[in-house]
């Protein structure tokens, strides 16, 4: 049996409540080291939410409220290593949190 090779994974994570989000987007996560390999996103806001991956430059995803996917990067040989970003589409939330995290190795 050939030996396994380890991997450094390690999280990181950001928060913002609803109450704060605007209009424009605001950064909930910034550049972290090493390869982000899956995302863990939550939206527990009353409104839908707009996420960019690259600080605010491209509308990446819309989250409509209690939207909650983990998205497998690594499954689509893809990798994370930007700024999430997020932003209200058009009405403020009145309640519930935005959080991402993300699982990385380096």
Same mark, same amino acid.
């Given at each position: 049996?050939?030996?396994?090779?380890?991997?450094?994974?390690?999280?990181?994570?950001?928060?913002?409540?609803?109450?704060?989000?605007?209009?424009?987007?605001?950064?909930? #996560?910034s550049?972290?080291?090493?390869?982000? #390999?899956? #995302?863990?996103?939550?939206?527990?806001?009353?409104?839908?939410?707009?996420?960019?991956?690259?600080?605010?430059?491209?509308?990446?995803?819309?989250?409509?409220?209690?939207?909650?996917?983990?998205?497998? #990067?690594?499954?689509?040989?893809?990798?994370?290593?930007?700024?999430?970003?997020?932003?209200?589409?058009?009405?403020?939330?009145a309640?519930?949190?935005?959080?991402?995290?993300?699982?990385?190795?380096?």
């Open positions: 049996m050939a030996a396994r090779s380890r991997v450094n994974v390690k999280t990181a994570g950001g928060r913002i409540a609803g109450t704060s989000i605007t209009g424009s987007y605001q950064n909930v #996560l550049s972290v080291p090493g390869r982000g #390999l899956v #995302l863990v996103i939550a939206n527990s806001c009353n409104q839908e939410l707009v996420v960019s991956l690259d600080g605010g430059t491209t509308d990446w995803m819309y989250f409509p409220p209690g939207y909650s996917p983990n998205i497998d #990067l690594a499954a689509n040989d893809a990798e994370y290593s930007g700024t999430v970003s997020v932003k209200h589409n058009g009405v403020a939330p309640s519930g949190v935005f959080s991402v995290g993300v699982i990385r190795c380096e």
